[in-house]
């Protein structure tokens, strides 16, 4: 039917081998959302260490110091928009992590 080489054989194989893993790719992406994204991702600006706050996507480890120093000097934050008080969370960081929030 078809004369192959073993060589033409085997970039055959090979691409349909990524044409399935590309697909399994696309049909993962589009059905799991990442941890940053997961309804379960919640802390309390109130009484999360810092680890809990580097979870957080755009949150390393000197931001999530600040709002604990922050909070350490002035007290609980006493709504959820307070932490925009912190140096380093503008209204743009702020969009980002505000869903993901959350208070006694």
Do not use: C, W
């Not at 990524?18 to 600006?45: H, R």
Request: aromatic letters at 12%; charged letters at 25%.
């Amino acid at each position: 039917m078809f004369n192959l080489t073993k060589q033409e054989i085997l970039v055959l194989g090979f691409l349909g081998l990524a044409a399935i893993l590309g697909i399994g790719v696309n049909f993962y992406a589009q059905n799991f959302q990442p941890l940053e994204t997961s309804a379960f991702l919640k802390i309390n600006i109130n009484k999360a260490d810092k680890d809990e706050f580097i979870e957080l996507k755009g949150i390393g480890e000197v931001l999530a110091a600040r709002i604990i120093k922050y909070r350490d000097r002035y007290g609980p934050f006493k709504k959820i928009d307070d932490i925009k008080r912190v140096y380093g969370i503008n209204e743009n960081k702020f969009h980002q992590i505000k869903e993901y929030l959350t208070m006694d």
